[in-house]
T-cell receptor, first 114, second 116 residues
Framework: SQELEQSPQSLIVQEGKNLTINCTSSKTLYGLYWYKQKYGEGLIFLMMLQKGGEEKSHEKITAKLDEKKQQSSLHITASQPSHAGIYLC??????????????FGAGTQVVVTP | ETGVTQTPRHLVMGMTNKKSLKCEQHLGHNAMYWYKQSAKKPLELMFVYNFKEQTENNSVPSRFSPECPNSSHLFLHLHTLQPEDSALYLCASSHGTGLNSNQPQHFGDGTRLSIL
């Protein structure tokens, strides 16, 4: 099965500063999803990347997919308190026996301080 | 996210009790999922249903019994659970019919389950 490693496990960033989270896969990445979760709540879909080199942005969040490195990064510019939470990456194996089976990383906890 | 609704939000039960978790999606999706999220562990996929048919049982103990009467509703029946089953149980749905669906899963807010 595919394993996803996220780094860092947690980070504390001052409001207004930038931050980057990485997600590295043990196998080829065909589809990579980024979610955000507040403690004890459900996952909120942020972005989906499908092609190598693809980059998507929404408001102050940018995600990139590096197919060769089997890695994706999530970058937040000028962080705000609303960006605090747990960020998870998920990937699908894109094969006949893995449809619907999203594997998730352990998550990165982001704390934004004043 | 209000498209996927889970009830109850919190549940405390003894090991001999029988209870059910409910999930309802209003997004017109055809696939539904149960996940388990334990402290300090990655999200674990439990079951997958596609058009009401179970397509995945990820080696889940039989004390967890899923039911999908239609594409909009998903249940997780619980009986004789163990303390290690205490976790956040998340339901998700997606509009996917196979490899080329490329559709994200949308999650409910989960049921926080505590086993005494």
């Amino acid at each position: 099965s595919q394993e996803l490693e996220q780094s860092p496990q947690s980070l504390i960033v001052q409001e207004g500063k930038n931050l980057t989270i990485n997600c590295t896969s043990s196998k080829t990445l065909y589809g990579l999803y980024w979610y955000k979760q507040k403690y004890g709540e459900g996952l909120i879909f942020l972005m989906m990347l499908q092609k190598g080199g693809e980059e998507k942005s929404h408001e102050k969040i940018t995600a990139k997919l590096d197919e060769k490195k089997q890695q994706s990064s999530l970058h937040i510019t000028a962080s705000q308190p609303s960006h605090a939470g747990i960020y998870l990456c998920g990937a699908d194996g894109r094969s006949t026996d893995s449809w619907g089976k999203l594997q998730f990383g352990a998550g990165t906890q982001v704390v934004v301080t004043p | 996210e209000t498209g996927v609704t889970q009830t109850p939000r919190h549940l405390v039960m003894g090991m001999t009790n029988k209870k059910s978790l409910k999930c309802e999606q209003h997004l017109g999706h055809n696939a539904m999922y149960w996940y388990k999220q334990s402290a300090k562990k990655p999200l674990e996929l439990m079951f997958v249903y596609n058009f009401k048919e179970q397509t995945e049982n990820n080696s889940v103990p039989s004390r967890f019994s899923p039911e999908c009467p239609n594409s909009s509703h998903l249940f997780l029946h619980l009986h004789t659970l163990q303390p290690e089953d205490s976790a956040l149980y998340l339901c998700a749905s997606s509009h996917g019919t196979g490899l080329n669906s490329n559709q994200p899963q949308h999650f409910g807010d989960g049921t926080r389950l505590s086993i005494l």
